[in-house]
């Protein structure tokens, strides 16, 4: 038998006795039945018009495509699965990504099946550790994070057995496969790259004892003598997991894996999306924008000063970075969520007290501006606080834990659309010349 062989024979084995493929291949038949039904019955039903507006404005609210592992209400914001996000703060990152896969949160088996699998395929490989090792020394960690990603692209499961003639009602699998895969090693390649690019030492091995969140903790090496890092790790990783399907970075990675492109080059495109100041970048743009208060007021503005300080950068035409969503129009409830730890865990904590200021009075201000259409914070707000707080200083690192996370929610939206066998993407652009002639 070759090691290839082999190789396969091994991973079909053990998928038999994963409780998360089990529970896949028991849902994926209904879903598709019930997704032909919704066709047969509702095929030409009208759900959305596009106006000229939305066509050149970034298709802002065109129902389009269709999303089942999240949806997004404008007035309460981010729902799972069903369940609404601050309803389920308290549950694992893992257990967050067996819900988005399959749509139901996992039993202690599947639980620990997934963690199994997470640490089992967590280690990375040598190459991945050189090619970062020869980057420029001053590459964005996003830059590091996604080569890593791309590079490790020869990995993919799904492209060897497509080559070989994998039948298309198959595909999913394989799909599922590489995400775990790939998803099990994010957190010890960004800690690696956390230490690498930071001059913190040599990078620090999985402990195979610990879950995944507290792991990448571990990992990245920051004192946690009350293991509130740990704690903090679990809910940044639940709670960046997935936001539907219309946000830049998870139309763009379902968009690339349309293509039947796999999952490595379909999340690392999704990623450089999410490396925008506009979109996961904002976070890192939030906390220069706090120190920078901070700095300038040496601690907590007065509440003036902060109104005044919001009025100066408006005026000179810069966003304020954590607030504004395309989506929603209330306090994102991963912001609330955030501030929830903050007010449990953190005092006397100057940093922390600008954010809650901030959310005092920046809502108002942009009311008062009256451009914003969504006044109110979103994820990116208050995350960067509590970091820093922990001694997670490298404000430029934090898009990489933002990606961690939505990684999941990428690999768990290609599985199911891989599972109802959905088409390659292909909307229709118009010229602007077809719109005055029409
Ligand atoms: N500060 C100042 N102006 C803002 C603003 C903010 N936080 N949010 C929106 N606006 C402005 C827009 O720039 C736009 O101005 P122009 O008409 O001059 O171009 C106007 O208000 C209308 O924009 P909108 O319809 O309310 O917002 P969009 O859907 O176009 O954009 C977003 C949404 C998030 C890009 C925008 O609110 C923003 O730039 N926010 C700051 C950056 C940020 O926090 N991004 C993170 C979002 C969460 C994520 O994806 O991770």
Redesign the pocket.
Known sequence: MTPEVKFLLSFRKGKEMSKLLNTLKKKIPDWRYEVKQVIEEKGQDIISNVTVSQAY??M?GIKGLVCDTSAVSADTGLIIRGFPLLEITKILPEEVFFLLLTGELPDDEGLKDLQNQLTEHGEVPDYVWDVLSAMPKDSHPMVMFNTAILVMERESIFKKRYDEGLQKQDYWKAILDDGIRLVAKLPNIAAGIYRMRFDKGSRIEIDKSLDWGANFAHMMGLDDPTGDLKKLMRLYLMLHCD?EGG??SAFSALTVASALSDPYYSVSAGLNG?AG????L??Q??LKFVLEIRDHFKGVPTDEELTDFTWER?NSG?????????VLRCP?PRFTAFMEFGNEHIQNDDVFSIVQKIFNIVPEV?KE?G????PWP????ASGALLYHYGLTEFSFYTVL?SISRAMGMVSQMVVNRALGMPITRPKSVTTDWIKNQ
């Open positions: 404005g970034g802002r936001h946000n830049v999410l100041p506009l979109h996961g904002a976070n743009e939030c408006l810069r966003v304020i970075p954590g607030y504004g969503h395309a994102d942009l501006q451009k914003a259409k969504n979103n994820v990116d707000a933002f």
